[in-house]
């Protein structure tokens, strides 16, 4: 990999500061609560002892079984999970769990006692909210409520009527499941209010959120079941073309999301228009964001339904169109390229066009060749450099699995037997203007803190910090490696 150029300054990164990677379900108390409330803050309050300017999260959309955020089912919806119901006051909120209840089912049971309140107090503010987002909103509560009506979410697989959204099927399934709307609103008002509460406590200690928009949505995803002209499916709503990557670092064999692909010429003739909403809802949220698999903007693995993962054949996009689009809505482009994995200099010259920053990770720069543009002295500062991210083993215990040779690579490198701490003060000590390490590298946690193994599924998605495990010290340590490379937060 040759030394890049350096692309025109960003206007996304500030001057040099550093930030945490730490997703809301993997708050401590974030089962107990919920995450966006106690949890939140008391993470908040040690971000700040620690000199962190950003806490970067995962997408906060509505997840299924396997409980991962990129297999988004909105492009609006918050995740009702992450709802912290001890703040909420409503009755049956605070209410204990029954027995052996399951956390999922009291924790429900608890936000759907709180938006009953909501409704049947008529407050104001959520009305208001309510129709100014019923360009979403409607869909979504009646796609939810379709859902626990057949047991599915997979809507290909309901009635004809309300597959094909015939308008007398949607006209008797908004009356029929009104109620259950109502009050499916009345939750993500509560999930939208209790996270603007949370930005304004960030932006009060001087902490961006940073946030994360995948790329692709779930098959059964309400955004495709109501704009199905702008996803490549099959007659019956079903993906015919599913997104993936070609064999790389994380998977040998490729691997294969199965998430519907984009239609680009409809999208194009539509102005972008859904795409442009997708990302101002998610800058309604964050101070900026990072665009997962940004290179299938530039060209996209597509994959026939049914085939293996390298089977697929990459496919043009209309990347530069879109970013041009957003540009001029939004007059600036607060976005990260998720730039890992293939690209080429195509994807780079996208990335550049339009100065978006991209990412670098330490973890990939030790393969022996001086060039690999992850190693720290080939970076320039318009990028957000990282230990490892969430699909990444921990630092802990990808230096625990390196062969002798690459080891001794590292050792040379960062000068000092002590790995750990050297990757990450070579990390503060870089050019780059943003530093992100995962709270697990901060704290020296190994395999078993993992977030995330592409392409499997399993005990993915499930981590979650104790505070226990981390050292009374370590903020003030943290600060103290900050302030050694001017990566303190002002204030």
Do not use: K
């Not at 945490?20 to 993997?26: A, K, R």
């Not at 939208?192 to 932006?203: G, I, K, P, T, V």
């Not at 490729?254 to 539509?270: A, D, F, I, K, M």
């Amino acid at each position: 990999m040759a030394t890049e150029t350096r692309p025109v300054r960003s206007g996304v990164l500030r001057e040099r500061e550093f930030g945490v990677l730490l997703h809301l379900t993997s708050l401590p108390g974030a089962t107990t609560w919920g995450a966006l409330g106690r949890a939140a803050d008391h993470f908040l309050d040690w971000l700040a002892l620690s000199g962190a300017g950003v806490w970067q999260i995962l997408p906060l959309g509505p997840v299924g079984a396997d409980g991962s955020p990129y297999y988004a089912r909105s492009t609006h919806a918050g995740n009702p999970r992450l709802i912290d119901v001890e703040a909420l006051g409503a009755p049956g909120a605070g209410a204990g769990r029954e027995g052996d209840e399951p956390f999922d089912r009291w924790h429900a049971r608890a936000v759907a006692a709180a938006a009953r309140a909501l409704i049947e107090l008529g407050e104001p503010g959520f009305l208001e909210w309510r129709a100014a987002q019923s360009f979403w909103l409607d869909d979504y509560a009646l796609a939810v409520a379709l859902a626990e009506e057949h047991a599915t979410s997979a809507w290909w697989e309901w009635p004809a009527a309300l597959r094909d959204r015939e308008g007398t099927a949607l006209g008797a399934a908004r009356a029929r499941h009104a109620a259950r709307c109502l009050e499916v609103a009345a939750e993500q008002y509560l999930f939208h209010h209790q996270w603007r509460a949370l930005r304004a406590r960030a932006a009060a200690r001087g902490i961006r959120l940073f946030g994360d928009l995948p790329m692709y949505l779930a098959p059964d995803a309400v955004d495709v079941w109501v704009h199905r002209e702008l996803f490549e499916l099959d007659a019956t709503g079903q993906p015919a073309t599913v997104a993936g990557v070609p064999p790389d670092y994380f998977a040998v064999d490729g691997q294969l999301w199965g998430n519907p692909v984009y239609r680009w010429s409809e999208h194009r003739r539509s102005g972008f228009a859904w795409w442009l909403e997708r990302l101002g809802a998610e800058l309604e949220l964050c101070d900026f964001v990072r665009l997962d698999h940004f290179r299938a903007l530039e060209s996209y693995w597509a994959i026939p339904a049914g085939a293996r993962a390298r089977d697929g054949v990459w496919c043009p996009a209309a990347g530069a169109e879109l970013l041009a689009a957003a540009r001029e809505r939004f007059a600036s482009l607060p976005i990260v390229a998720e730039d890992l994995g293939v690209i080429t200099p195509a994807v780079e010259a996208l990335r550049d066009a339009f100065a978006l920053p991209g990412m670098r990770v330490l973890q990939f720069g030790f393969d022996g060749n001086p060039s690999n543009v992850h190693l720290p002295h080939n970076w320039h500062g318009d990028v957000v450099a990282y230990t490892g991210t969430h699909d990444n083993d921990t630092l802990a215990g990808w230096l625990a699995g390196l062969d002798a040779g690459t080891r001794e690579r590292v050792r040379a490198y960062v000068g000092s037997d002590s790995l750990q701490e050297g990757l990450l003060r070579v990390l503060f000590g870089s050019v780059a203007r943003l530093a992100v390490v995962p709270v697990q590298d901060l704290v020296g946690l190994g395999s078993g803190a993992r977030m995330n193994v592409p392409g499997t599924v399993g005990d993915n998605w499930r981590w979650q910090l104790d505070w226990a495990s981390v050292p009374s010290d370590l903020a003030s340590r943290t600060r103290a490696l900050a302030a050694r490379y001017a990566r303190v937060r002002p204030g």
